[in-house]
């Protein structure tokens, strides 16, 4: 165990529905990231948070909408999303911009089908 | 934008055997890891060697890095059935402390 834990492990939803997947580090970790993993793509980074605020969006369809409360867990909310977003979202945690070097503890994933 | 890319993709092999993947970037780095993913699982942080290092060793882990040809490499000695899983180089480089991963090379290796 990483100490980053994610549920559900496993999502099933369709077009129309609203969901949301969560991310909790038990690190004590300042930065949280959600990355998206397609088979045969590289790693894309969705999100990034230090000490709370969104410092990275990549560009990523409005349909996806990261929260974070706090510094221990993060959430990203979906809705209306396509079949081409079905993927494994990976959250990972780091210690935080000030320190270097900036090793990634990552979760197990979130497996999200669309149909 | 930087970015690591491994290769090969894939890589088979028997029990026993030494796995050797490579990792090339286009941009000056602070610093390279390697991950890795077993199936439908996250990535563990596996090793970190720092831009101004030649080599670090990890157990049965061997990682080199070249500077002047922008280019890592992960040896694995003795391969367990185990092994097998995806390993992917994360670069870093300049100021940002995000890093930047490739697409991997799925290992497998046969008992």
């Known amino acids: 165990e990483t100490g980053v834990t994610q549920t559900p492990r496993h999502l099933v939803m369709g077009m129309t529905n609203k969901k949301s997947l969560k991310c909790e580090q038990h690190l004590g970790h300042n930065a949280m990231y959600w990355y998206k993993q397609s088979a045969k793509k590289p790693l894309e980074l969705m999100f990034v948070?230090?000490?709370?605020?969104?410092?990275e969006n990549n560009s990523v369809p409005s349909r996806f909408s990261p929260e974070c409360p706090n510094s221990s867990h993060l959430f990203l909310h979906l809705h209306t999303l396509q079949p081409e977003d079905s993927a494994l979202y990976l959250c990972?945690?780091?210690?935080?911009?000030?320190?270097?070097?900036?090793?990634?503890?990552f979760g197990p994933g979130t497996r999200l089908l669309v149909l | 934008s930087q970015q690591g890319e491994e290769d090969p993709q894939a890589l088979s092999i028997q029990e026993g055997e030494n796995a050797t993947m490579n990792c090339s970037y286009k941009t000056s780095i602070n610093n390279l890891q390697w991950y890795r993913q077993n199936s439908g699982r996250g990535l563990v942080h596996l090793i970190l060697i720092r831009s101004n290092e030649r080599e670090k060793h990890s157990g049965r882990l061997r990682v080199t890095l070249d500077t002047s040809k922008k280019s890592s490499s992960l040896l694995i000695t003795a391969s367990r059935a185990a092994d097998t899983a995806s390993y992917f180089c994360a670069t870093r480089s300049g100021g940002s402390y995000i890093p930047t991963f490739g697409r991997g090379t799925s290992l497998i290796v046969h008992p």
């Open positions: 948070y230090s000490l709370e605020e969104r410092v």
């Open positions: 990972a945690s780091s210690q935080g911009p000030a320190t270097s070097p900036e090793t990634q503890y």
